[in-house]
């Protein structure tokens, strides 16, 4: 069955929530609706959209005209909705206001989703991220829990550090306690581009502190 199909029948069976996209169901003549979920009692007053593509402009900035780098923060400006002709828009629109998302929830339902733990992704860095891997372990884990804490990110973390070092303990992994049965949940499967940026800042002011003793 398609990830469309798959995703219809969810919604149809009242999963109504994705990050802070709230997924509606008839709704002004569409068969499906997304809006932000604080804007739910605005609906009749919010600037329509009937491309799936806006969401790709939609989720660019943040209330601020920021780029969102990250498109699991908590920061989606609000003020939109978003109708759709039927559920393959419906996916569409999902995969750009949070990439591969509903993918990554069908796989983990269906047990075949691909996990990476952090260091074997560090060690396949080349170029000037090829220092990321040589992060201490303890380095590794205050940034990880500074870097995904839910007030940055809300993806449920499923990777470790490696096979040997889970991770400790934190608000970063706390995530799925609050998630509802009605939530498609955004996991992340592996550390993104942001966390391997900062992994080689974190290494490099190790070693250079190193350096200085």
């Known amino acids: 069955m398609k990830i469309s199909q798959r995703l219809s029948q969810a919604v149809q069976a009242k999963v109504d929530r994705i990050g802070q996209v709230a997924i509606l169901t008839n709704t002004q003549g569409s068969p499906f609706a997304l809006c932000h979920q604080q804007d739910l009692d605005l609906i009749d007053s919010l600037t329509v959209h009937r491309d799936p593509f ?53 796989a983990r339902e269906d047990g075949r989703i691909h996990v990476q733990n952090l260091r074997p992704k560090l060690k396949r860095q080349t170029g000037m991220y090829r220092f990321a891997h040589t992060i201490s372990d303890e ?57 391997v940026s900062q992994c080689r800042k974190v290494a490099k002011a190790e070693a250079d502190q190193a350096k200085a003793l």
């Not at 996916?91 to 591969?100: E, G, I, K, T």
């Not at 995904?148 to 499923?158: A, F, Q, Y």
Request: one cysteine or more.
């Open 139 to 195: 380095g590794a884990q205050a940034l990880v829990a500074k870097e995904c804490h839910p007030e940055n990110c809300s993806k449920m973390i499923l990777w470790h550090l490696d096979e040997e070092v889970p991770l400790k303990e934190s608000p970063a992994l706390c995530k799925e306690e609050n998630q509802s049965a009605r939530q498609i949940p955004l996991l992340c499967e592996e550390a993104c581009n942001h966390l």
């Open 54 to 106: 806006a969401a790709r402009e939609i989720a660019k900035l943040d209330e601020e005209g920021e780029f969102r780098f990250l498109k699991a923060a908590l920061n989606l400006k609000r003020g939109w909705l978003l109708l759709l002709a039927d559920e393959e828009e419906l996916r569409q629109a999902l995969d750009l206001f949070y990439p591969a998302a509903v993918g990554l929830w069908l």
